[in-house]
């Protein structure tokens, strides 16, 4: 049987320095020791899924807070992630008539990799926030020291979102029957919000269509669900990691996928190997700078096997580069007879400082960068498998443009990440409706 704990001869990048080791082997331990957030069923059921994305059958919705945070674990912030996903789904499956899978960066997106290890303000030097299951936001000494008690508190907020999140998408909230109910509040105002009440309108119409031609499928009021983050702290991720009864299969169940970040793909580290240990479905984000020969490593090492639905490949490259970098990355994993997800996330090579000091991206690079992925397989005849981005169902003001303009002038008013900036609910409709369209058209 493979050994989890292979992954510590290897140079594992973004590790939090944990100042008292034997603290972090008592957390470890009774981590061990706690039930799994999912089940390895359900990550095969989402390979399966992802199976019929590579193929070209389905397409991947994959989106959530940057950084989820401790203080946001409530019905209110929850609901209204949800319900910008559902909405999200509810335009690309009517308007682009594609199966689409769901998937949250929600309930254990709580470890963030950072360009630098230390943070600098008014002439004091302080270890960076490294996301709320390493240490805190606040700048000083007590906060920003690395706390290995908090990858228990990352468990039991994981346990709770992904409780509320099953409840909702199987109690009723989710029902397509509730596709108005979801675009209340601010949204509603918006011209996004406008245009997908309009949509709401035809779906209502089709679905009494149905229901008149005597169908009133089961599938309407449920809906499949997935939970996902990145596989940053290894300690936690080894911790959650079981033997299947069934297969005798080793599966990361702190969440049903796991990806690796640009920051630590490297082909001889510890997180490539740690994921190539388990059986759950794996992205791995592939920046500008990646060449063929890394991504056809990359799925020698985690899907020798070739198994679609195994390898999700989030291509980031940055509105500037799409077009010129993707082409030979998708042209020779194709060639390889690889059948990966290909992936487009718009927002990690989009960010900029503003003039007024913010860290944002541009809505209309987000969207540049996802017609280029389009044009891109459109070109070779590949299939755009999916868009992965930053969101929350708030009003915020972290990303400038949208059709409900938001001005650099603007980002002071609602800048509440903890980490990244993160599209509004109106500017996620804005994008899915841009989305379905290309798809459609394609
Ligand atoms: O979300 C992604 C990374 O953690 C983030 O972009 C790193 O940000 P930094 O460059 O401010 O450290
Ligand atoms: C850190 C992230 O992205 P990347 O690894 O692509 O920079 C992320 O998606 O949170």
Redesign the pocket.
């Known amino acids: 049987m493979s050994n989890i704990h292979s992954y510590r001869s290897f140079p594992a990048a973004q590790q939090p320095p944990w100042p008292d080791p034997e603290a972090l082997r008592g957390v470890v331990a009774e981590l061990e020791s706690r039930p799994p957030l999912v089940f390895a069923g359900e990550c095969d059921l989402l390979r399966s899924r992802l199976a019929a994305v590579a193929r070209g059958e389905a397409f991947l919705l994959q989106g959530g807070d ?1 950084a989820e945070t401790f203080d946001k674990v409530g019905v209110e912030q929850i609901r209204s992630k949800l319900k910008t996903l559902l909405q999200m789904a509810a335009v690309l499956t009517y308007a682009a008539s594609v199966p689409v899978v769901k998937v949250g960066r929600i309930a254990g997106q709580y470890s ?5 290890d230390t943070e600098t303000r008014n002439g004091v030097e302080l270890p ?1 926030y490294r996301g709320d299951s390493v240490n805190g936001t606040e700048f000083t000494p007590e906060s920003r020291t690395p706390d290995p008690e908090r990858l228990k508190r990352m468990y039991h907020a994981s346990a709770a979102t992904l409780n509320l999140v099953r409840a909702f998408t199987t109690g009723g909230y989710a029902d397509l029957r509730q596709v108005h109910a979801w675009n209340q509040d601010f949204v509603a105002m918006s011209p996004s919000g406008k245009r997908y009440e309009q949509l709401a309108g035809e779906i209502d119409k089709a679905l009494a269509f149905m229901r008149a031609c005597g169908m009133d499928a089961e599938e309407l009021r449920t809906v499949e669900f997935y939970a996902s983050h990145e596989a940053l702290v290894l300690d936690y991720e080894a911790a959650l990691t079981r033997t299947d009864s069934r297969s005798g299969e080793l599966y990361d169940v702190s969440g049903h996928m796991v990806w690796i970040g640009e920051r630590t793909r490297r082909l001889d580290g510890a997180h490539v190997e740690f994921a190539s240990k388990i059986r759950n479905p794996i992205g791995v984000k592939l920046g500008p700078a990646t060449t063929a020969d890394d991504a056809l490593a990359l799925i020698e090492k985690l899907d020798p096997g070739r198994e679609p639905g195994r390898l999700t490949f989030i291509t980031r490259m940055g509105a500037a580069r799409v077009r010129d970098r993707l082409p030979g990355l998708v042209e020779k994993v194709t060639a390889s007879g690889a059948r990966v997800v290909w992936q487009c996330d718009p927002m ?1 090579g989009n ?1 900029f400082s503003s003039e007024s000091g913010y ?1 944002t991206r541009t809505f209309d690079d987000v969207l540049d960068e996802v017609k280029g992925f389009f044009e891109v397989h459109h070109g070779l005849g590949t299939h755009p498998g999916g868009i992965h981005v930053e969101l929350t169902g708030d009003d915020v003001t972290e990303c400038v443009g949208g059709g409900d303009e938001i001005l650099d002038a603007d980002l002071k008013d609602r800048y509440e990440t903890a ?2 900036p993160r599209l509004n609910r109106s500017q996620a409709l804005d994008l899915a409706f841009l989305v379905a369209e290309t798809y459609r058209d394609r």
């Open positions: 940057c963030k990799p950072r360009s630098r960076v990690h960010t860290k980490c990244d």
